[in-house]
């Protein structure tokens, strides 16, 4: 054995003690997930991790308009991320609280918590079935940010973006929605609105073939023919991918407000309805103005000449 290994080459011994110093490295077989918030408002996302033998390094923070932040997981992790909106601290008894994702820790960090719905959910287990990472989007608890998952540098047969891109409260059925006042900020899943066995797929309906698709889970299939819209979705795709990094962006095909937006744009309008409003006035409410006609250009019929013979 002592003979053998003086007869590797110098460069195969260095090959080998940096394969080995890789994989002794902390953080070496690990994947990294971008958070990035492309929304107009703050969005705090949070983390759940289901696996029981990968925790990540945090599990709750914010992320302002037009930021990002890095998360870094084992790579046997799974579990899911998603974002919390409407957060604010009592003043008075300090506690933390969301009023869509909200995780019920009343910290930022949710601290093993799970979300409450509505609540767009990005889901994954790294390394799993033949070393692939499997990963999706749920809209099963509702909807309440747009989120999309998109792999980084990753190779495999199914290993593309997939998310729930749009705005489902824009068109949430009314009996699902929730409100911030007046503004829609959330859309719920069926289940959690309506209490119904068949809309939670229980009882009875807990098997593939009598948990069927309702005209709520359809209106979501629709509008994210991607994302899972109710527990037996097992016609959606499946995505899988080889991959160390994954983005996750909320709102992202969100168009980001420019200065001329926020200061200019609101002058234009109200110069634009000025002058159209002087327009209706002047064709339409003004009193006629009167006519006058001048007599010396009216021709007069000539009076009839009488002739004596």
Not at 37 to 51: D, I, R
Not at 108 to 134: R, V
Not at 162 to 171: F, K, Q, S, Y
Request: proline share 6%; net charge positive; hydrophobic share 35%.
């Amino acid at each position: 054995m002592y003979l053998s290994f003086h007869l590797l080459r110098p460069t195969s011994v260095f090959s080998f003690l940096l394969v080995t110093l890789h994989l002794l490295l902390p953080g070496a077989n690990s994947a990294v997930f971008t958070l990035i918030n492309k929304c107009n408002y703050a969005v705090w996302p949070a983390a759940l991790t289901t696996s029981t033998n990968a925790t990540l390094p945090t599990t709750g923070l914010i992320l302002k308009s037009g930021k990002t932040s890095t998360v870094t997981a084992p790579d046997t992790w799974s579990g899911r991320f998603w974002g919390r909106t409407d957060c604010n601290i009592d003043s008075v008894t300090g506690k933390f609280s969301c009023l869509t994702g909200n995780c019920g820790s009343e910290k930022l960090a949710c601290n093993g918590k799970g979300p409450e719905p509505p609540t767009t959910l990005a889901q994954f287990s790294l390394s799993s079935e033949g070393g692939l990472d499997f990963y999706n989007v749920s809209v099963v608890d509702g909807f309440n940010v747009p989120i999309l998952v998109v792999p980084v540098g990753g190779s495999g047969e199914n290993c593309s973006s997939t998310g729930c891109p749009v705005d489902l409260n824009n068109e949430c059925p009314t009996n699902l929605r929730v409100y911030n006042k007046s503004k829609v900020v959330g859309c719920q899943g069926a289940c959690s609105a309506l209490k119904l066995k068949q809309f939670c797929c229980v009882g009875k309906y807990s098997s593939p073939k009598t948990c069927e698709l309702s005209s709520y889970s359809l209106a979501f299939k629709r509008a994210c023919p991607d994302a899972y819209s109710y527990p037996y979705d097992y016609g959606t795709k499946t995505f899988s991918c080889s991959s160390e990094s994954y983005n996750i962006i909320f709102c992202p095909f969100s168009k980001k407000k420019t200065l001329f937006d926020t200061l200019f744009r609101p002058f234009v309008i109200l110069i634009s309805v000025s002058v159209v409003i002087g327009i209706v006035v002047r064709c339409c409410w003004c009193p006629a103005q009167k006519q006058y006609v001048d007599t010396s250009v009216i021709v007069r019929p000539a009076r009839p000449m009488l002739v004596y013979y």
